[in-house]
């Protein structure tokens, strides 16, 4: 069993930056994509960002040039740096863990951007 853990949410105004980071238990990250996924009130959850075990990224157009997606495999740890932050980033975030077919989500982490 996989358990992600999501830390690093909070409150900023706009403009504004904050580190997110996933730690996963087990030994399957290595091999996993992992994924940043958020969801805003009353919206349906989006795909922030994904990263491959090779560390190919991709990113929603939304976030390009401002959100960096990056993972150290030797501490099974994704980060998401969240620069330029704007008021229409806040959302619960969730990260996401997908492998051969099964799929993982964290708890979520508020991350909230004042204007």
């Known amino acids: 069993q996989v358990q992600l853990v999501e830390s690093g949410g909070g409150l900023v105004q706009a403009g504004g930056s904050l580190r997110l980071s996933c730690a996963a238990s087990g030994s399957i990250f290595s091999i996993a994509i992992m994924g940043w996924y958020r969801q805003a009130p009353g919206k349906q959850r989006e795909l922030v960002a994904v990263?491959?075990?090779?560390?190919?990224?991709n990113y929603a157009d939304s976030v390009k040039g401002r959100f960096t997606l990056s993972r150290d495999n030797a501490k099974n740890t994704v980060y998401l740096q969240m620069n330029s932050l704007k008021p229409e980033d806040t959302a619960v975030y969730y990260c996401n863990l997908r492998v051969v077919g099964v799929e993982y989500w964290g708890q979520g982490t508020q991350v909230t951007v004042s204007s």
């Open positions: 990263i491959t075990s090779s560390g190919r990224t």
